[in-house]
């Protein structure tokens, strides 16, 4: 797998990313897809999907969830654009009954 530098972030991410929005599969089918995936090295993963009841079954289909941040905050001066990362995970949480 090959790698870019987001930005000014110091994270690597893959030239190659998974949306499965598109995928007519289920949940357990998507995850399996997508830990193929991570295993060859794509860690770009777009989750939008219009229908939030779609979102949902996908969402509890990974094997992490945002009930698992800690809130430690470190991840923000890492990440893009200045975005509260620990707000809208509190709010992922929250959305999905964490």
């Known amino acids: 797998m090959r790698y870019r ?3 000014k972030t110091g ?12 995928m007519k599969k289920s949940p ?6 997508a830990e193929t995936l991570r295993q060859a090295g794509v860690n770009i993963l ?3 999907m219009s229908v939030l009841e779609s979102v949902r079954a996908h969402y509890e289909a990974l094997a ?3 009930g698992d941040c800690i ?3 470190l991840c923000e001066p890492r990440g893009p654009f200045g975005a509260p990362i620990a707000a809208r995970t509190q709010e992922t949480a929250q959305l999905f009954g964490e």
């Open 5 to 7: 530098d987001l930005g």
């Open 11 to 22: 994270l690597k991410v893959s030239e190659v990313g998974f949306g499965p929005g598109w």
């Open 28 to 33: 357990e089918q998507t995850r399996e897809v």
């Open 46 to 48: 777009d989750c939008w």
């Open 64 to 66: 992490a969830h945002a």
């Open 71 to 73: 809130g430690c905050q």
